[in-house]
């Protein structure tokens, strides 16, 4: 008897039954395979499971909960929350205090989704420790109090994550983005932005900011920023981004509006862009071997439009970017085919980019003596100049 196929199946008789031996004995095995399944299941399979596992909960059984919270699962913690909330009261308030202080990590998250449940008087004593794991490596348990105190509206900690994003740790400004996108705080967005054009994980916050400020909203209120954010998003895939953000942004939609309307220098290198990555995608099956049916079909429907797009229509304005101060210079300095156009970068202020240009100069076979006088010219860093000397 294959009770994870019941609890999840169609048959009312079947489910009911497997979700009373699930909460009424408790069967910790079973919610452990039910948890590790989290990803294979579609969404409206786990919203009714979630509605089952409550509605099996009665106040005889409802302590057998307590079992389950050492596998954690977005899909069902706020069922057992609510469901311990409901039949245990103060017993149970007192009880998600006590493992948030001390239990396991998978424990902390689900006693932070029960305190998000209490009012702002109730958890005024955890607040200090709330903020803390709002930092915690553990994703589910930094989320949960991260959304907790966006709710209480904390300004104390918001305040600091802003702070943050100064940081001369990239890691830590990193982490402050990630919470600020938690939170909600879209005035910090241009905070955000000015981060992602100065750090080397840019293309890691680029694909925190849509969850932020969706895609249409960005282009429509900065049309630039909006476009070098999508700039780095689809530099970032498949390594960072899952190729199947492109369902999610509707990619095709907006690579045909930018390419069908007035091309401008930055819409039409995002698209010189996404064509090589999307053809890469195509050529590289390992790229895609994770991917579903409809990820597969879509970016096969982007690639098929770019083959119709003419690539002289878009290298016509790329050079109008290749300046130091340009936000996309270095996306553009990729495009640069004459030895002409990447010498007037080497004087730059920008020594990172200095050493991509004398890259891209050795790659294609042009580099000389000369370009590496040029760029020590611009580097005071010692560990940087020894780099350009190597070349």
């Known amino acids: 008897m294959d009770l994870l196929k019941q609890l999840t199946g169609k048959n009312p008789a079947e489910y009911e039954y497997a979700a009373q031996i699930l909460v009424g004995t408790p069967d910790i095995e079973l919610f452990e395979k039910l948890v590790k399944q989290d990803d294979f299941l579609f969404d409206f399979v786990k919203n009714n499971v979630a509605q089952r596992i409550q509605k099996a909960v009665t106040k005889d059984n409802y302590l057998n909960l307590f079992e389950f919270l050492n596998f954690y699962s977005p899909s069902y913690d706020s069922a057992i929350a609510e469901s311990l909330l409901n039949f245990g009261g103060d017993d149970v308030i007192g009880k998600a205090k006590a493992l948030l202080k001390d239990g396991s990590s998978s424990q902390k998250a689900y006693a932070a989704k029960i305190l998000s449940l209490l009012s702002d008087k109730e958890i005024s004593d955890m607040i200090d420790l709330i903020r803390i794991y709002a930092y915690s490596d553990n994703e589910y348990l930094s989320s949960n109090c991260i959304e907790l105190l966006s709710r209480l509206n904390d300004k104390e900690s918001k305040n600091k994550a ?230």
Do not use: W
Not at 190 to 202: A, G, H, P, Q, V
Not at 282 to 303: F, G, Q, R, S, V
Not at 306 to 325: C, G, I, P, T
């Open 162 to 391: 802003i702070e943050e994003l100064h940081s001369n740790d990239e890691f830590k400004a990193y982490d402050a983005v990630k919470f600020l996108v938690t939170f909600g705080a879209k005035d910090s967005l241009d905070e955000i932005i000015n981060l992602m054009k100065k750090t080397s994980l840019s293309e890691n916050i680029a694909c925190e900011i849509p969850y932020l400020v969706p895609i249409e909203e960005l282009l429509k209120n900065n049309h630039e920023d909006g476009i070098l954010v999508l700039c780095n998003i689809i530099s970032a895939i498949p390594e960072i981004a899952q190729p199947s953000i492109v369902l999610d942004y509707n990619f095709l939609e907006l690579f045909e509006e930018f390419y069908n309307s007035n091309l401008t220098p930055q819409s039409a290198l995002l698209l010189r862009i996404a064509k090589d990555k999307f053809y890469s995608l195509t050529e590289n099956e390992e790229y895609l071997y994770d991917c579903d049916k409809n990820t597969k079909d879509e970016i096969a429907n982007i690639n098929k439009f770019f083959r119709s797009v003419n690539n002289s229509k878009l290298d016509s304005l790329l050079y109008e970017e290749l300046y130091d101060e340009s936000d996309f210079v270095f996306f553009a300095v990729d495009y640069a085919d004459s030895k002409e156009e990447l010498e007037t970068l080497l004087d730059s202020s920008n020594p990172t980019l200095i050493l991509k240009v004398l890259g891209i100069l050795k790659n294609k076979q042009m580099l000389n003596d000369s370009h590496k006088a040029l760029a020590l010219n611009s580097i005071a860093n010692p560990e940087l100049r020894q780099i350009v000397e190597v070349l």
